[in-house]
T-cell receptor
Framework: EAGVTQSPTHLIKTRGQQATLRCSPISGHTSVYWYQQALGLGLQFLLW???????NRGNFPPRFSGRQFPNYSSELNVNALELEDSALYLC????????????FGPGTRLTVL | SQKIEQNSEALNIQEGKTATLTCNYT??????LQWYRQDPGRGPVFLLLIRENEKEKRKERLKVTFDTTLKQSLFHITASQPADSATYLCALERAGTALIFGKGTTLSVSS
């Protein structure tokens, strides 16, 4: 069974640009979560999608947004990039919302110059 | 607001010993708590989930306890091996939202 996949592996952008990160969940999983892991800060919850709808978002500005497609894959968009957005962005999927273990992808390393 | 703390950033032990990691939380009573392992540059991997009505859970050399009175979970690795060296994260659920993760404890097991 294929795990959670994310693309691209690495992404380099300059300040002010926009970044798009993609995630494909495990087949059959309907919930997708996005986390930001910056150096020294641990995993910070960004967004949670389930059945195509945004269920909750963490304490991040509106320039962090995303969506979930009918096939349950998801996209994270970060507009007006700032230097402090540099981090590892992790996507996870689970069966039936939060009450189960989450399966994480390998992450996308975003560097903002 | 809910707060989750893992007692130390780093823990160094010798091979064969038992590693004990601590996770404390405040201002919340989660229905369950999870533990993950994360290797450098990779996504976390689920290890164990323990519910509020369970005092202890075991899986091979791993043991997790959950004390809702103390608001604390202990994670034990018995007979530790160098391959156990990694960062271990605890996470608690917050009803209607997603998991809140601690910053993790980096375990180093020396041979």
């Amino acid at each position: 069974e294929a795990g959670v996949t994310q693309s691209p592996t690495h992404l380099i952008k300059t300040r002010g640009q926009q970044a798009t990160l993609r995630c494909s969940p495990i087949s059959g999983h309907t919930s997708v979560y996005w986390y930001q892991q910056a150096l020294g800060l641990g995993l910070q919850f960004l967004l949670w999608y389930d059945e195509g709808e945004e269920r909750n978002r963490g304490n991040f500005p509106p320039r962090f947004s995303g969506r979930q497609f009918p096939n349950y894959s998801s996209e994270l968009n970060v507009n007006a990039l700032e230097l402090e957005d540099s981090a590892l962005y992790l996507c996870a999927s689970s069966l039936e919302q939060v009450l189960n273990e989450q399966f994480f992808g390998p992450g996308t390393r975003l560097t903002v110059l | 607001s809910q707060k989750i703390e893992q007692n130390s950033e780093a823990l160094n032990i010798q091979e064969g010993k038992t590693a004990t990691l601590t996770c404390n939380y405040t201002n919340y009573s989660p229905a369950y708590l999870q533990w993950y392992r994360q290797d450098p540059g990779r996504g976390p991997v689920f290890l164990l989930l323990i519910r509020e009505n369970e005092k202890e859970k075991r899986k091979e050399r791993l043991k997790v306890t959950f004390d809702t009175t103390l608001k604390q979970s202990l994670f034990h690795i018995t007979a530790s091996q160098p391959a156990d060296s990694a960062t271990y994260l605890c996470a608690l659920e917050r009803a209607g939202t997603a998991l809140i993760f601690g910053k993790g404890t980096t375990l180093s097991v020396s041979s």
